[in-house]
């Protein structure tokens, strides 16, 4: 880069910031930095500027790097961390206008770190970037003494669950000892209202009333978990049989909170890349009315802009789909399309030209960047009118039967359907919620996991090979409680194969939900 | 605040993507006898990679199955049931549906790769150890030094130039010192009587002498002593070959099935013979009750009526031994596959056992018999009559061989027992005794 478009490029930073600013948006010091695509790829693959080694890394970097050899430079990469001081790359070889499309862009992300509830807790995590650091090199040791396969099977391992988290962003570290005795507070209470004869207030308690309840305080005492636990690694980590040693306990940790520092940007993708696309939009224009960037740059900036936000038959283009779903929201607001008089109206002639200029557009969308998650966005802004505008499919796979082809096939446009798909797909965000109900079970430390079954079954063979790394860690039978083919079933990996029973009768052994 | 340029770091991608690769390889290697009896690899023309679908190397977790979540969301137009992208399938058709959930990546190897990975996962010695064994391949002419005799054609202009001007100088010199005359003049005399001294010296001496050239201008002097010529010699060259005599029993019960698993074995073993020889020649005999050479494209699609006499392409065989590939110079493998169902059993024995006889590297029959059925065809008995053989079974597969010589036979009976008679085939042992 000559030293001109240096000074050019902290120009464009300066001024689109007091632009972002004169928009409303929330901005922080933010640390550029040229790189070379190298850098670029790896910054992308590896979640953090620097991390540890490890081949999904290698795999994704591939992957980048394929595609970027393949469609030559200038590819609108950028990459921006939610540290305490922001940090964002921007590729050495792009053209000038794209470099100043990705400053543009980075503001938007900004505020959103500041001001979104989900991504402020992100923040809380913000010496991740240095515990990576950090982490790569102890990591570094454990292989050269503990041999780089034996590392490799925790990571794996680890990254098998890395996701199934608090189901609640806020919820602050589980504690098992305050929970039981929590929990056993609450028993003795309906223990001592029971037993308390005198009480005015007391409603009859049955004898076999005061046994259960004596039964339970009595598995309390040393049930483990106490109360469900949905952060499987946290309970891992501290109540493996195997027993896990230092180094593995190190392992997990780590994996375990990078995952929920990145946790709340997986929650908020559409939003966050909605939001930049959004707002890099309005901080170009102006930069180009007033001469920042001059008309030739114009084309180049239009170019990629289209290449990065045009719909895409195989994926939901965040990009694409994202600033749309703002733009909808902020039409419905203007023209009033909200509220009880609006909803209960079901003529859709006027519905649709409905207009009491409310002019609310723009609070709501800020109001959502503040406090909505993906999910409920998509609850709330996917209705058919939204998703026929941006004609929204779902489509399957399937083989040809003639050639054997694997074949990609549109398979459903009905809007009711594809909002109801979607929204389950955001709700967890392809996690589904397994919560750990026994450490101990059969009284042989297994471990007994249940899936919270929301109609949708897990794929088996995926499954079945995440079980295996779950006793990888465990070191005991591992039994999942899901469902199969609609029936309750329990799948159990022993160390050497995984079994699943579906009988009626075993339906005994199932824990009661 | 201000833009920064970053320090390198040291890269890590690169080291982080060879172990996924390494990975990936892994997984190709477990598929290896599914793989290798595919259609694609041996139908390819360009033969040098082949495009395999193996699982895309992912973290399990647990997820929605895909059948109840689609595959994704995209956007465009299309009713349902508009196709919006198609791929090479995994085979065959119906194929990929055995594998709900498991998600295939299309990738490219070399034929070269797969090769290696199959001898690494034989356990065997890498094979390019061995090329160039000596079998005397060819002769040809080679300049390789300098003699006084030879064909003009080979005179070698510039080296005789130079002890002619030699001879010149050698003959001035003693003119000079007998005579006492001049440079000039001895050069002179020499140049009248064309280069022959006894005469130069007599006319010097003989006091008639007058000179006729004015400049000194030296000349080469030829006698048959300094005339140079470039030595030829034969060179024998060192190479390694192999001829193949494939051989295949084309007759009415020869199914398009049967010589497809021929042909996968066939394509295999020879695509090894090319890592062990520099040279590798395919012929093609094809037989039904009398045995005829053809080309490939024949040998794997012509059908034949009749009856089945192995013997008469054994006969063949032996005859091109004979004629073209002397065993002194080529490493013979003779493979003939056959469903077995010979007329003249006892006869084709013989014929194999002459064809060892001579000398060549191995002897194999392919019994291809998709239907099953451990009952020994006519063809397999005569061979376990005949031959000394010792016969042993490996997961259902069965495998005769000789106990001293090259002789191997094998039955096929599916795909994936061509990867069980490709091991057979590069057994550790047998390369010691077929080489």
């Known amino acids: 880069m000559e030293s001109n478009d240096w000074k050019r490029l902290e120009i464009v930073e300066r001024r689109s910031r007091e632009i972002a600013e004169e928009f409303g948006l929330s901005t922080t010091d933010v640390l550029f930095e040229i790189v070379s695509s190298q850098q670029m790829l790896e910054g992308m693959a590896y979640r953090f500027p620097t991390n540890f080694s490890h081949w999904?890394?290698?795999?994704?970097?591939?992957?980048?790097?394929?595609?970027?050899?393949?469609?030559?430079?200038?590819?609108?990469?950028?990459?921006?961390?939610?540290?305490?001081?922001?940090?964002?790359?921007?590729?050495?070889?792009?053209?000038?206008?794209?470099?100043?499309?990705?400053?543009?862009?980075?503001?938007?992300?900004?505020?959103?770190?500041?001001?979104?509830?989900?991504?402020?807790?992100?923040?809380?995590?913000?010496?991740?970037?240095?515990?990576?650091?950090?982490?790569?090199?102890?990591?570094?040791?454990?292989?050269?003494?503990?041999?780089?396969?034996?590392?490799?099977?925790?990571?794996?391992?680890?990254?098998?669950?890395?996701?199934?988290?608090?189901?609640?962003?806020?919820?602050?570290?589980?504690?098992?000892?305050?929970?039981?005795?929590?929990?056993?507070?609450?028993?003795?209470?309906?223990?001592?209202?029971?037993?308390?004869?005198?009480?005015?207030?007391?409603?009859?308690?049955?004898?076999?009333?005061?046994?259960?309840?004596?039964?339970?305080?009595?598995?309390?005492?040393?049930?483990?978990?106490?109360?469900?636990?949905?952060?499987?690694?946290?309970y891992i980590i501290r109540k493996s049989p195997l027993p896990l040693e230092a180094w593995q306990q190190d392992v997990l940790s780590v994996v375990r909170s990078q995952a929920r520092a990145l946790a709340p940007n997986r929650k908020t993708k559409l939003l966050n890349e909605g939001w930049a696309t959004y707002w890099h939009v309005r901080i170009m224009r102006r930069l180009f009315a007033e001469g920042v960037l001059d008309a030739k740059e114009h084309g180049v900036f239009a170019d990629f802009h289209a290449k990065v936000t045009r719909p895409l038959r195989h994926d939901f283009n965040w990009y694409a789909i994202g600033p749309a779903l703002y733009e909808y929201a902020e039409e419905r607001w203007d023209r009033g399309q909200f509220g009880r008089e609006f909803d209960e109206c079901d003529d859709p002639a006027k519905k649709a030209y409905w207009d009491?200029?409310?002019?609310?557009?723009?609070?709501?969308?800020?109001?959502?960047?503040?406090?909505?998650?993906?999910?409920?966005?998509?609850?709330?802004?996917?209705?058919?009118?939204?998703?026929?505008?941006?004609?929204?499919?779902?489509?399957?796979?399937?083989?040809?039967?003639?050639?054997?082809?694997?074949?990609?096939?549109?398979?459903?446009?009905?809007?009711?359907?594809?909002?109801?798909?979607?929204?389950?797909?955001?709700?967890?965000?392809?996690?589904?919620?397994?919560?750990?109900?026994?450490?101990?079970?059969?009284?042989?430390?297994?471990?007994?996991?249940?899936?919270?079954?929301?109609?949708?079954?897990?794929?088996?063979?995926?499954?079945?090979?995440?079980?295996?790394?779950?006793?990888e860690l465990w070191g005991r039978s591992v039994h999942l409680e899901t469902v199969i083919e609609g029936k309750r079933a329990l799948c159990t990996y022993n160390g050497r194969s995984v079994s699943v029973d579906t009988g009626g009768s075993a339906a005994d052994g199932l824990i009661e939900l | 605040m201000p833009i920064i340029r970053s320090d390198p770091v040291a890269p890590k991608g690169k080291k982080d993507a060879a172990r996924h690769r390494e990975k990936q390889k892994d997984a190709i290697r477990k598929q290896l006898p599914e793989i290798i009896a595919r259609e694609s690899i041996i139908t390819s023309k360009k033969g040098k990679t082949v495009r395999i679908p193996i699982r895309i190397m992912d973290i399990p977790h647990f997820r929605p199955a895909r059948d109840s979540a689609g595959a994704g969301a995209g956007q465009g137009k299309g009713k349902a049931?508009?196709?919006?992208?198609?791929?090479?399938?995994?085979?065959?058709?119906?194929?990929?549906?055995?594998?709900?959930?498991?998600?295939?990546?299309?990738?490219?190897?070399?034929?070269?790769?797969?090769?290696?990975?199959?001898?690494e996962d034989l356990g065997l010695p890498r094979l390019e150890e061995r090329e160039g064994e000596g079998m005397v391949a060819e002769t040809r002419f080679k300049i390789r030094g300098i003699q006084k005799a030879g064909p003009w054609v080979l005179l070698d202009k510039r080296r005789s130039a130079r002890e002619g001007l030699r001879r010149f100088w050698g003959f001035l010199r003693y003119l000079e010192q007998e005579t006492g005359q001049s440079e000039l003049e001895c050069f002179d005399a020499l140049k009248q009587k064309d280069g022959i001294l006894s005469d130069a010296l007599e006319l010097l001496q003989s006091g008639t002498y007058a000179p006729v050239h004015t400049a000194f201008e030296p000349f080469p002097i030829f006698y048959p002593d300094d005339l140079r010529f470039l030595e030829?010699?034969?060179?024998?060259?060192?190479?390694?070959?192999?001829?193949?005599?494939?051989?295949?029993?084309?007759?009415?019960?020869?199914?398009?099935?049967?010589?497809?698993?021929?042909?996968?074995?066939?394509?295999?073993?020879?695509?090894?013979?090319?890592?062990?020889?520099?040279?590798?020649?395919?012929?093609?005999?094809?037989?039904?009750?009398?045995?005829?050479?053809?080309?490939?494209?024949?040998?794997?699609?012509?059908?034949?009526?009749?009856?089945?006499?192995?013997?008469?392409?054994?006969?063949?065989?032996?005859?091109?031994?004979?004629?073209?590939?002397?065993?002194?110079?080529?490493?013979?493998?003779?493979?003939?596959?056959?469903?077995?169902?010979?007329?003249?059993?006892?006869?084709?024995?013989?014929?194999?056992?002459?064809?060892?006889?001579?000398?060549?590297?191995?002897?194999?029959?392919?019994?291809?018999?998709?239907?099953?059925?451990?009952?020994?065809?006519?063809?397999?008995?005569?061979?376990?009559?005949?031959?000394?053989?010792?016969?042993?079974?490996?997961?259902?597969?069965?495998?005769?061989?000789?106990?001293?010589?090259?002789?191997?036979?094998?039955?096929i009976q599916k795909k994936e027992h061509v990867h069980l008679a490709l091991r057979e085939f590069l057994d550790k042992e047998r390369w010691g005794h077929g080489i």
């Open chain 1, 56 to 234: 999904t890394f290698g795999r994704d970097y591939e992957r980048a790097r394929t595609i970027y050899e393949h469609t030559g430079g200038g590819l609108p990469y950028e990459v921006v961390w939610n540290f305490e001081t922001p940090q964002a790359f921007l590729l050495e070889s792009n053209p000038f206008a794209l470099n100043a499309l990705v400053i543009a862009h980075v503001w938007g992300h900004v505020d959103f770190f500041l001001k979104s509830r989900y991504l402020q807790r992100g923040r809380v995590f913000s010496d991740i970037a240095s515990e990576a650091r950090s982490a790569a090199e102890r990591f570094r040791g454990y292989e050269e003494r503990y041999g780089k396969d034996e590392v490799e099977k925790f990571i794996d391992a680890a990254m098998s669950i890395e996701w199934h988290q608090h189901p609640d962003p806020f919820f602050e570290e589980p504690d098992e000892e305050g929970a039981r005795e929590r929990l056993i507070r609450q028993e003795r209470a309906k223990l001592e209202r029971a037993l308390d004869f005198h009480s005015q207030f007391k409603k009859p308690e049955t004898k076999a009333e005061i046994r259960e309840i004596e039964k339970r305080l009595k598995r309390l005492a040393r049930k483990t978990p106490p109360e469900p636990v949905y952060d499987l690694l946290w």
């Open chain 1, 356 to 471: 009491a200029k409310t002019g609310k557009g723009r609070e709501k969308i800020f109001e959502m960047r503040s406090f909505y998650s993906d999910r409920m966005a998509i609850e709330q802004f996917f209705d058919a009118d939204f998703i026929r505008r941006n004609d929204l499919y779902l489509y399957t796979q399937t083989v040809d039967p003639q050639n054997g082809d694997i074949v990609d096939v549109v398979a459903e446009r009905d809007p009711e359907k594809i909002r109801r798909i979607l929204k389950h797909l955001f709700v967890h965000y392809g996690t589904p919620v397994i919560r750990v109900e026994d450490g101990n079970h059969n009284q042989r430390g297994e471990l007994y996991l249940v899936h919270e079954f929301d109609g949708f079954e897990l794929d088996p063979s995926y499954r079945d090979r995440t079980l295996e790394n779950i006793h």
């Open chain 2, 81 to 119: 049931g508009t196709v919006i992208g198609r791929r090479p399938g995994t085979g065959k058709p119906g194929e990929a549906g055995d594998r709900p959930g498991e998600e295939y990546l299309e990738t490219e190897v070399e034929i070269e790769e797969l090769i290696e990975m199959m001898i």
């Open chain 2, 232 to 411: 030829q010699k034969k060179d024998i060259e060192y190479h390694s070959q192999a001829v193949v005599l494939a051989m295949m029993d084309t007759s009415g019960s020869m199914t398009d099935e049967k010589k497809y698993l021929a042909r996968s074995a066939l394509f295999w073993l020879v695509a090894f013979l090319r890592k062990i020889y520099e040279r590798v020649v395919i012929r093609f005999i094809i037989h039904d009750a009398v045995a005829e050479i053809v080309e490939e494209e024949e040998f794997f699609k012509k059908v034949l009526g009749g009856g089945t006499r192995a013997y008469t392409a054994y006969e063949l065989a032996g005859g091109l031994i004979e004629s073209e590939y002397p065993v002194s110079e080529w490493n013979v493998y003779a493979w003939h596959f056959s469903d077995g169902d010979d007329f003249e059993p006892a006869r084709a024995a013989q014929e194999a056992k002459k064809l060892i006889e001579r000398g060549i590297s191995m002897f194999a029959y392919g019994e291809i018999e998709p239907s099953g059925g451990h009952h020994d065809s006519s063809l397999l008995a005569a061979f376990k009559e005949l031959l000394d053989v010792q016969v042993h079974w490996k997961d259902g597969f069965m495998v005769v061989s000789g106990r001293e010589s090259p002789f191997l036979a094998v039955a």
